[in-house]
């Protein structure tokens, strides 16, 4: 009898404490909804914030200064620069070009799993792995004219002659593929762009897709000393406007500001990357006005 007892309580226990865990499980599940929708509702209040009153929203981000601090309004970030469409099937030609002509190894130089470059004008014209970077060092007097077409370029006459019909100083032009689900994390390009009156980065999409994005991004966490020592950027950037730049046109892409990409769909994306320096009518386009503008 007494034994009997001992097993049913044992089960009764059991199920009891089963039935505890459940509970404590889907209350758990439920806080982290909450928090979920909680985070939502706070990005969209932001997003609806920086459209209404932009400046409030910024001084009441203490993280969120200097250079990291998009334009006003927020489509200003990445605009198109020109009214001129470029033709995308003469631009995939030179890419399947380009592919062809870079020599083994040098072929989309991985920047990272998903996010490779062909170098097509590089400081001192030299390709490889260390070349696909732009520098401050490399943009000081005396030092910027030394910017050389790669012996890909060549083979990409059509690249070439867009790059010429810019008419302006031309730095470090790049094929940039991201990979198809591909993603690049929130990051800033500050310590050269911020020279924004003599640089700019200018994007000529050609094989991409509605699903392929450029982000720009909200800090709420500063990175430690360690990351930021290590490189790493920002940590738990909130997605505060997203835009997909349309093959064939030239775009402006602000990348003082935080931003990232990102590619939903099966195909590879590539793009043309050219920083240039701003010319008149590009500058006013993006700025606003000519104040400050460097001839
Ligand atoms: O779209 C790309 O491949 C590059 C975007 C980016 O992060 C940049 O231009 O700094």
């Not at 909680?38 to 200064?65: F, Q, T």
């Not at 093959?247 to 590619?263: K, P, Q, R, S």
Request: proline letters at 4%.
């Amino acid at each position: 009898m007494h034994g009997r007892q001992t097993r049913e309580s044992v089960i009764r226990n059991r199920r009891a404490e089963e039935a505890e865990r459940r509970t404590r499980a889907a209350a758990a599940l439920q806080r982290r909804r909450q928090i979920a929708a909680a985070e939502r509702g706070a990005v969209e209040k932001l997003r609806r914030d920086i459209v209404e009153d932009p400046m409030e929203c910024i001084r009441r981000n203490n993280i969120w200064r200097g250079d990291l601090i998009p334009m006003i309004p927020i489509e200003r970030n990445c605009m198109i620069v020109s009214d001129e469409k470029y033709d995308v099937d003469r631009l995939k030609t030179d890419v399947a070009s380009a592919v062809s002509e870079a020599e083994a190894g040098e072929t989309w130089v991985r920047k990272t799993n998903m996010w490779q470059s062909i170098a097509l004008r590089t400081f001192d014209g030299k390709t490889g792995k260390d070349s696909a970077f732009l520098t401050s060092a490399c943009l000081e007097e005396g030092q910027k004219e030394r910017f050389r077409d790669t012996h890909i370029l060549d083979a990409c006459p059509y690249i070439k002659e867009i790059i010429g019909g810019l008419n302006t100083d031309v730095y470090l032009v790049r094929l940039l593929k991201l990979s198809a689900k591909g993603y690049h994390g929130f990051h800033h390009d500050g310590s050269v762009f911020n020279q924004r009156y003599t640089i700019i980065r200018l994007h000529l999409p050609i094989i991409t897709n509605d699903k392929c994005k450029f982000l720009l991004g909200y800090p709420t966490m500063l990175p430690s000393p360690v990351e930021q020592a290590e490189g790493r950027g920002f940590r738990n950037v909130k997605r505060l406007y997203e835009t997909h730049l349309t093959a064939g046109d030239m775009w402006f892409t602000n990348v003082t500001t935080l931003h990232a990409i990102e590619n939903f769909s099966d195909e590879d994306r590539v793009h043309l990357v050219i920083d240039v320096k701003p010319t008149p009518e590009m500058f006013k386009k993006i700025y606003g006005s000519l104040t400050n503008y460097k001839p």
